[in-house]
């Protein structure tokens, strides 16, 4: 058996700490202010998130709104944070976030090579697709925006397994419209991430459990899916909730995924479905006066393929060390808590 210590977390447009594609990899000045952190230097920024992940010290790190290029999320990881990595990202066409990974190589915990890279560019079930999302028989045309990340793990003493990173499109209505048009936002934007949610599951997820050479692989699916569980106005409206369309259906139950983080819950909270623990950001609602609402959008789910709880002891981590409120401290690191989670092969 061996334990692996993983995070998967949203680090907020890593992009803005680096200088142009058409140059070698290199970060912008310590005191240029990053476009989406006008309130931030580009130091702080790269000070605080490296601060998070030393203090957490995991061996593998998922990335949500990294950068564009491996050797700028190396750059990173070799000059900020603790200890010998490995990293790729999964580049997405005409996009400034994407999904990287990174793997902490000097404890012994890795094989070499510590990861196989699968380019999702290179698979045809993460190109555009067509989806009826909203029951009228007609098929819509839908993409990846962001193209998952997909690796093999291969731990020391245990069995090699695979991550499948995501980001899904953003729901987020930023801006105050008149009511007709912020409807008209909302559901196109959770249209998105159900049909997103229902490629993966049919496309990716059910072949994968279901083929002889995948079957037995141990897959963790995680990052920021932009959806909670049950249905918020919207999703009541189109009868659907991405990331339970995402872990399955109770109808096969063997192809349903298992939630790290709702597995954490007293079995009070379980049973009542109180998710108020979980959240994983907040934002300001400009519907309602700005008011913060704190949401839990960043998931860590698994299939049992026989193994059981597999993937354990999962933390959302808003207290560091001493009490001390993670955005009090790093309050330059990002908009999203990290999540841990120990993965046992």
Request: proline share 6%.
């Amino acid at each position: 058996m061996a334990d692996v210590k993983a995070v998967v977390w949203n680090m907020e447009w890593m992009n803005d700490l680096f200088g142009p594609n058409d140059l070698p990899p290199a970060f912008k000045a310590d005191q240029d202010k990053p476009f989406h952190a006008p309130g931030s230097t580009v130091k702080q920024r790269r000070d605080d998130l490296s601060g998070v992940l030393n203090e957490i010290e995991p061996d593998v790190v998922v990335v949500v709104e990294g950068p564009n290029r491996a050797g700028e999320l190396e750059l990173f990881f070799d000059q900020d944070v603790a200890g010998d990595w490995v990293v790729q990202v999964q580049p997405s066409k005409g996009q400034s976030q994407n999904v990287g990974i990174a793997v902490r190589t000097d404890q012994g915990k890795f094989q070499n090579p510590p990861l196989k890279y699968f380019d999702t560019n290179n698979l045809e079930v993460f190109d555009p697709f067509l989806v009826d999302t909203d029951g009228d028989e007609i098929q819509e045309n839908y993409k990846f925006e962001r193209r998952p990340l997909y690796v093999e793990l291969n731990p020391t003493g245990g069995d090699r397994f695979r991550i499948l990173g995501l980001h899904l499109k953003s729901k987020g209505v930023f801006n105050a419209y008149e009511w007709s048009k912020w409807w008209q936002k909302s559901d196109a934007n959770r249209r998105k991430i159900l049909a997103q949610a229902t490629e993966l599951r049919s496309g990716f997820l059910e072949p994968y459990l279901e083929a002889n050479e995948t079957k037995n692989v141990p897959i963790v699916l995680c990052g920021d899916i932009n959806d909670g569980p049950g249905l918020d106005a919207s999703e009541k409206r189109l009868f659907g909730s991405g990331v339970e369309r995402l872990m399955g259906t109770v109808w096969n139950p063997d192809m349903c995924l298992r939630n790290a983080l709702f597995e954490t819950l007293s079995l009070k909270d379980q049973s009542e479905l109180d998710f108020t623990r979980l959240s994983t950001t907040s934002f300001k609602d400009p519907i309602f006066n700005n008011v913060w609402q704190r949401v839990w959008i960043d998931h860590v789910l698994y299939p049992e393929q026989g193994r059981g709880q597999w993937v354990k002891d999962a933390k959302i981590w808003k207290d560091m060390a001493g009490g001390q409120k993670i955005w009090a401290k790093y309050k330059h690191a990002s908009d999203h808590f990290p999540v841990e989670f120990t993965v046992s092969t």
